[in-house]
């Protein structure tokens, strides 16, 4: 009977030491998680609109909670409201450094550091998502330059 209740005694010691490593493995992923991605406890919802050259468009830029990470889901509406395209793709806010017009254009550019640059060409009454050529061209967007110069440099 001694024998019995030391080896529940034990039982639960080894448990409780269980249970504590991987409540304390837990914070520290947690813990971690944060460290390694510093913008995700500070983004919030919100919408950023943003005027075409000659303000015929506006470029949408929605940051919403999507599984519960923060994203960014892109789309142009016409002077009436009426959505006249949506990006297919929606970016993680934390990789994002934001969706750009191109200089004098209706191309649309976006830029985050996990899936890169992309350019929706406008033509056709349409957008068309490309990779942009390098050089980039003279109509893209001063934030394009800028990024291609931090990442090469």
């Given at each position: 009977m001694q024998k019995?209740?030391?080896?529940?005694?034990?039982?639960?010691?080894?448990?409780?030491?269980?249970?504590?490593?991987?409540?304390?493995?837990?914070?520290?992923?947690?813990?971690?998680r944060s460290f390694f991605n510093p913008a995700a406890p500070l983004a919030k919802e919100q919408t950023i609109n943003t005027q075409s050259f000659d303000g015929k468009l506006t470029l949408i830029e929605e940051h919403r909670r999507v599984s519960g990470v923060m994203m960014a889901q892109i789309s142009v509406c016409d002077e009436t409201g009426?959505?006249?395209?949506?990006?297919?793709?929606?970016y993680r806010i934390?990789?994002?450094?934001?969706?750009?017009?191109?200089?004098?254009?209706?191309?649309?550019?976006?830029?985050?550091s996990d899936v890169g640059m992309f350019r929706y060409i406008y033509g056709n009454g349409g957008w068309q998502k490309t990779c942009p050529q390098m050089p980039l061209p003279e109509n893209a967007p001063q934030e394009a330059k800028e990024y291609i110069q931090r990442i090469t440099h």
């Open positions: 019995s209740k030391r080896k529940r005694a034990v039982f639960l010691a080894l448990f409780m030491v269980v249970a504590a490593a991987l409540v304390l493995a837990l914070c520290i992923v947690i813990r971690l009426e959505t006249v395209f949506t990006c297919p793709e929606d934390w990789d994002y450094y934001g969706t750009f017009w191109g200089g004098g254009t209706y191309d649309i550019w976006t830029l985050s």
